[in-house]
């Protein structure tokens, strides 16, 4: 009698829904990369921190997610199977290429969903099609700032932001006024929405590892403070406080207001004390000075 039983099936024939270790280190030799500090590029290996990002998002499948510099795919393919469509931002041209074969390989089902834009995320200008409702990513570490504050005010469509970066930038962005690392990132995130730290992440779960822990981040985005000054004049307000962050408004402002005197005089007006700094100040008091200097 003929064996009427399947064929063996063993695991490592299937299809994986998500990326391990050793998945990511093919997909990396198979386009002959070798991840490079320049790019920031550590690609995340574990499928439970994917999983873990994705829940603490809070997207769902009514959301257009962006993804910046999604790599090799490890965490487009824990987005896809959950939201809308991901728009993946990627400034490796391999990767580009790369990502839409390795999300028909692991998750085919989901590959419709894909849209792929080679660019420089901070040269982003726009997006076609259905505009992004949520920021999901692993930032690079050396560009995380810049590219969360270039997007921000350029996609006015974000809601919800959720993203990785180095642990020191993670704990910058979420500070409160008067804490230590409350700065620059601090306030100007806060023009755009209520931030906190939503985790930590250790290093394990990199390759290459990097040499620091990571930190998740969210933002929900709000109004921006109801002011008659534009954002660029109360960001201009903040540059200059933190510039010098030692000395008082009084003496930090000068330069910005044109004496120490014009600078004490706009502070007194705002309601600020000159002989405060600028780490104890919260976006709405920084806009009240940026409106003294209003021709």
Same mark, same amino acid.
């Given at each position: 009698?003929?064996?009427?039983? @399947?064929?063996?099936?063993? +695991?490592?024939?299937? !299809?994986?829904?998500? +990326?391990? #270790?050793?998945?990511?280190?093919?997909?990396?030799?198979?386009?002959?990369?070798? !991840?490079?500090?320049?790019?920031?590029? /550590?690609?995340?290996?574990?499928?439970?921190?994917?999983?873990?990002? *994705?829940?603490?998002?809070?997207?769902?499948?009514?959301?257009? *997610?962006?993804?910046?510099? @999604?790599?090799?795919?490890?965490? &487009?393919?824990?987005?896809? @199977?959950?939201? #809308?469509?991901v728009v993946a931002v990627e400034i490796d041209a391999r990767? =580009?290429?790369?990502?839409?074969? &390795?999300?028909?390989?692991? =998750? !085919? /089902?989901?590959?419709?969903?894909?849209?792929?834009?080679?660019?420089?995320?901070?040269?982003?200008?726009?997006?076609?099609?259905?505009?992004?409702?949520?920021?999901?990513? /692993? +930032? @690079?570490?050396?560009? #995380? *700032?810049?590219?969360?504050?270039?997007?921000?005010?350029?996609?006015?469509?974000?809601?919800?932001?959720?993203?990785?970066?180095? +642990?020191?930038?993670?704990?910058?962005?979420?500070? /409160?006024?008067?804490?230590?690392?409350?700065?620059?990132?601090?306030?100007?995130?806060?023009?755009?929405?209520?931030?906190?730290?939503?985790?930590?992440?250790?290093r394990q779960v990199f390759w290459p590892a990097p040499r620091?822990?990571?930190?998740?981040?969210?933002?929900?985005?709000?109004?921006?403070?109801?002011?008659?000054?534009?954002?660029?004049? *109360?960001?201009?307000?903040?540059?200059?406080?933190?510039?010098?962050?030692?000395?008082?408004?009084?003496?930090?402002? =000068?330069?910005?207001?044109?004496?120490?005197?014009?600078a004490e005089e706009a502070l007194r007006g705002a309601g600020?004390?000159?002989?405060?700094?600028?780490? &104890?100040?919260?976006?709405?008091?920084?806009?009240?000075?940026?409106?003294?200097?209003?021709?």
């Amino acid at each position: 009698m003929a064996d009427m039983r @399947p064929p063996a099936v063993h +695991l490592s024939d299937q !299809p994986r829904e998500l +990326l391990g #270790a050793a998945d990511v280190r093919r997909l990396a030799a198979s386009i002959g990369l070798r !991840p490079t500090k320049t790019l920031g590029q /550590n690609f995340v290996i574990d499928g439970g921190t994917v999983r873990r990002i *994705v829940r603490v998002a809070e997207v769902g499948p009514d959301d257009v *997610v962006l993804e910046v510099g @999604p790599g090799l795919g490890s965490l &487009t393919l824990a987005l896809l @199977p959950v939201v #809308a469509q991901v728009v993946a931002v990627e400034i490796d041209a391999r990767l =580009a290429e790369l990502l839409p074969t &390795t999300v028909r390989a692991h =998750a !085919p /089902n989901t590959a419709e969903k894909l849209t792929v834009v080679h660019q420089d995320a901070l040269r982003l200008r726009g997006l076609d099609g259905a505009p992004p409702t949520a920021i999901v990513a /692993n +930032l @690079p570490y050396n560009v #995380a *700032v810049p590219v969360l504050l270039h997007l921000l005010p350029l996609l006015p469509s974000v809601q919800r932001v959720l993203v990785m970066v180095q +642990l020191e930038v993670a704990q910058r962005l979420a500070a /409160n006024p008067g804490e230590e690392a409350y700065g620059v990132p601090s306030v100007k995130a806060r023009w755009y929405g209520d931030v906190r730290m939503a985790g930590t992440i250790g290093r394990q779960v990199f390759w290459p590892a990097p040499r620091i822990d990571s930190g998740l981040v969210a933002l929900r985005r709000h109004d921006s403070p109801a002011t008659s000054a534009t954002r660029e004049a *109360v960001f201009d307000v903040v540059d200059a406080a933190f510039a010098q962050r030692r000395k008082t408004l009084r003496a930090a402002l =000068a330069g910005w207001a044109g004496s120490p005197a014009a600078a004490e005089e706009a502070l007194r007006g705002a309601g600020v004390d000159p002989g405060a700094r600028g780490e &104890t100040l919260g976006v709405e008091q920084f806009a009240r000075i940026a409106e003294q200097r209003q021709p």
